[in-house]
């Protein structure tokens, strides 16, 4: 039996929420299919923790982390605290701490979702973005002084390391040559961002040399913006910096019928820590408590998490029952123009899985 154990930290918001469904969707893939075993652990991390003890995990909380194959996060953020303590102390505490620096956010219009496009065609948008996670724009680093004087500044330094740009820029360069397409786009603001930037671009042309089964062109960050609207079929695999691939993908999520749906893998490719895997939608607090968030981002984040942990067929089931709910159309929640509650949705998944005749 494999066994896998997995780190469910909710956080905030509607994470307790969406990170519920999900669990119980992957606890029915274990009893279907069988041959292997989530040993979830539960971790209440976030707002409430911080409100109590003054910090978003205890001290030792990364250390804690480091023994599981994966992370099932929810989300951070909370109205009682400001958010750059809540997503310092908490998510990017992780991200960083754990090097989990490829940022992997695929966007596909599902069956029977609506893009808010003019000519959304089905097979219109089929993208993944690549986003940089640990430095750049989102380094941390810079500061504030004279602070509450007229001369006080604040500073946010971005950070670019040959070598971080060099591996996150190799694998979405790999991560394109694996899909049908073999297509990838670059985007950069080196006309305006005459250091950092240049390097960005520079290391590019050294590593996509060795590259030469790639369609590969390169854009401005807005005009990229304008590009996903008006050609969405031109686009498949695209890398930025943290910043920009950040902005892309919450565009990428719209573009595809809504953010709720939308899944992120954090990983650390070489597998020395833990990768983590969460919906994009934040913690939503207007709708908290009501009983309609949107739990297909969660699904989907999970079908990412089975992947990486090497459990194909489970995550193909799941991803087929996602698929199956959105083009059946009689169970969509109120993001995706229907009135199911999260509890209805995540009952529609679990009914697909129970029927699927698929067993490893």
């Known amino acids: 039996m494999r066994e896998y154990r997995i780190a469910a930290i909710p956080g905030d918001g509607i994470g307790s929420e969406v990170i519920d469904a999900g669990i119980r969707v992957l606890d029915s893939l274990v009893k279907h299919i069988g041959g292997f075993n989530l040993s979830i652990t539960h971790f209440p991390w976030g707002t409430d923790f911080y409100l109590e003890h003054g910090k978003m995990m205890p001290d030792d909380g990364l250390e804690q982390l480091k023994k599981f194959d994966a992370i099932y996060f929810g989300s951070a953020g909370d109205p009682r ?12 505490a992780i991200c960083q701490s754990f090097d989990q620096y490829a940022n992997v956010r695929p966007s596909i219009l599902l069956p029977g979702v609506q893009s808010p496009l ?65 297509k990838l786009t670059f985007v950069t603001k080196s006309n305006a961002q005459r250091h950092g930037m240049v390097m960005w671009d520079d290391i590019f042309d050294q ?17 990229m913006t304008t590009r996903m609207v008006l050609d969405p079929k031109s686009i498949d695999v695209v890398v930025a910096t943290n910043l ?58 999970a079908v990412m998490m089975l992947n990486h942990l090497g459990e194909a067929s ?21 993001d995706l123009g229907g ?22």
């Not at 490719?269 to 919906?279: K, L, Y």
């Open 81 to 92: 605290v400001p958010d750059h303590i809540s997503l310092w102390g908490l998510r990017l």
């Open 118 to 182: 003019r000519d959304g065609a089905a097979d219109s948008i089929d993208w993944v973005i690549i986003r940089e996670n640990t430095e750049g724009e989102y380094a941390g680093a810079g500061g504030r002084v004279h602070s509450g004087h007229a001369s006080e500044v604040g500073l946010d330094v971005s950070v670019f390391t040959r070598s971080g740009v060099e591996r996150i820029q190799r694998f979405a360069l790999d991560l394109a040559r694996s899909r049908p397409q073999k």
């Open 207 to 223: 590593l996509c040399s060795k590259y030469s089964d790639l369609t590969i062109d390169k854009m401005l960050v807005d005009a």
């Open 244 to 301: 920009h691939a950040d902005i892309l993908s919450d565009l990428a999520a719209a573009l595809s019928g809504s953010m709720g749906i939308a899944p992120t893998a954090n990983l650390n490719p070489e597998g020395e820590f833990p990768s983590m895997f969460e919906p994009i939608h934040g913690s939503a607090f207007d709708i908290m408590g009501k009983d309609i968030a949107n739990p297909i981002g969660a699904f989907w984040s």
């Open 314 to 334: 489970a995550a193909q089931i799941l991803m087929n029952a996602i698929e199956k709910c959105t083009l059946d159309g009689t169970c969509l929640p109120q």
């Open 339 to 360: 009135a199911a509650t999260t509890e209805q949705v995540t009952d529609f998944i679990l009914d697909m899985i129970r029927g699927s005749n698929d067993r490893v």
